[in-house]
Nanobody, 124 residues
Framework: EVQLVESGGGLVQAGGSLRLSCAAS????????IGWFRQAPGKEREGFSC???????TYYADSVKGRFTISSDNANTVALQMNSLKPEDTAVYYC??????????????????WGQGTQVSVSS
């Protein structure tokens, strides 16, 4: 069974940090690039970070650049370190796996597998 499971969400004050994890099973993780997405209430799901599993290249949207860091923790886990969190970062966070590459501006359809999401709430 293919699974992507996010963990590490929670409630934090503005300026604080959280570390999310995305654990994969049931498919050849090394063959897929992993993206992080978020969806705030009433807004579309947006991609903001991705890591290429083949060479470790990372990509970030301007909204998180310099604050968030994506990394491959081990053979089956990708992490997202989030620092200097802001209230506007409040959303459900998802990881997803793409066989064809990293996409953080649209093209959500390129992602083959999705996790169930984890809530991140940042209070002011």
């Amino acid at each position: 069974e293919v699974q992507l499971v996010e963990s590490g969400g929670g409630l934090v004050q503005a300026g604080g940090s959280l570390r999310l994890s995305c654990a994969a099973s049931g498919f050849p993780f090394d063959d897929y690039d992993i993206g992080w997405f978020r969806q705030a209430p009433g807004k579309e799901r947006e991609g903001f970070s991705c890591i290429s599993r083949s060479d470790g290249t990372t990509y970030y949207a301007d909204s998180v650049k310099g604050r968030f860091t994506i990394s491959s923790d081990n053979a089956n886990t990708v992490a997202l370190q989030m620092n200097s969190l802001k209230p506007e970062d409040t959303a459900v966070y998802y990881c997803a796996a793409s066989y064809t590459g990293c996409y953080i501006q649209g093209r959500l359809y390129e992602y083959d597998y999705w996790g169930q999401g984890t809530q991140v709430s940042v209070s002011s």
